[in-house]
């Protein structure tokens, strides 16, 4: 079983300032990462799938950035609003002809207090 | 378009009631997989299809079935449910298998059903 690691668990931001957090993934066999976001009482909607060492990808103010060599990815939320309140789920991808599937990280719960 | 339906949204079962969850998709996606969702854990993959036929197990596979006769539909079947099965379960479709090399990569975006809340008692 592979050791997908977020962190922080959770993290509590005021409406306003920047943040970021981590995913850890095993360095060896990448094939992708994925980045979802997931509201309360939805489901998981897709943010990013990075590929490549050094990769940045941005969509609005969320912007994530990938190294495979040392196995982890930051995701930056600049200037957080309330509806980025939601957990976020990084999602591993190894090499190994995975038909099997994506590996999942437990998330960062992020709460952006107004 | 509708995406990924899942029904029902909510069940209680009895220990050793059977039952069945429903997932359809309408975009014509070859890779279909069954999540559950459990407090502390990461999503964790139950049964997985890369193609109407053909299903394999995941990483928690005991006490569930699937099968895969259509494109669109990969239901969920519980046989005799156990209080360890109480969960948050998810579909989820992406157009082609995440571990398909040469493909696009956006491709293999995982598309979720809004989820199944399952209590057995």
Same mark, same amino acid.
């Given at each position: ?5 977020? &962190? ?8 306003? *300032?920047? @943040? ?47 190294? !495979?060599?040392?196995?982890? &990815? ?5 200037? &957080?609003?309330?509806? *980025? ?14 038909? *099997? ?14 | 378009?509708?995406?990924? !339906?899942?029904?029902?949204?909510? #069940? ?13 998709? =309408? ?10 969702? =459990? ?15 053909? @299903? =394999? ?13 259509? @494109?669109? *539909? ?20 992406? =157009?082609?298998?995440?571990? !398909?090399?040469?493909? /696009?990569?956006? /491709?293999?975006? #995982? ?11």
């Amino acid at each position: 079983i592979l050791n997908v690691e977020q &962190s922080p668990q959770s993290l509590h931001v005021q409406e306003g *300032d920047s @943040t970021n957090f981590t995913c850890s993934f095993p360095s060896s066999n990448f094939y992708a990462l994925h980045w979802y976001r997931w509201e309360t009482a939805k489901s998981p909607e897709a943010l990013f799938v990075m590929t490549l060492n050094g990769d940045e990808k941005k969509k609005g103010r969320i912007s994530a950035t990938l190294n !495979t060599k040392e196995g982890y &990815s930051y995701l930056y939320i600049k200037g &957080s609003q309330p509806e *980025d309140s939601a957990t976020y789920l990084c999602a591993f991808l190894g090499s190994g002809g995975g038909a *099997d599937g994506l590996t999942f990280g437990k998330g960062t719960h992020l709460i952006i207090q107004p | 378009n509708a995406g990924v !339906t899942q029904t029902p949204k909510f #069940q209680v079962l009895k220990t050793g009631q059977s039952m069945t969850l429903q997932c359809a998709q =309408d975009m014509n996606h070859e890779y279909m997989s069954w999540y559950r969702q =459990d407090p502390g854990m990461g999503l964790r993959l139950i049964h997985y299809s890369v193609g109407a036929g053909i @299903t =394999d197990q995941g990483e928690v596979p005991n006490g569930y079935n699937v099968s895969r006769s259509t @494109t669109e *539909d990969f239901p969920l079947r519980l046989l005799s449910a156990a209080p360890s099965q109480t969960s948050v379960y998810f579909c989820a479709s992406s =157009d082609r298998h995440p571990g !398909t090399s040469g493909v /696009k990569s956006s /491709k293999n975006i #995982q598309y979720f059903g809004a989820g199944t809340r399952l209590s057995v008692l």
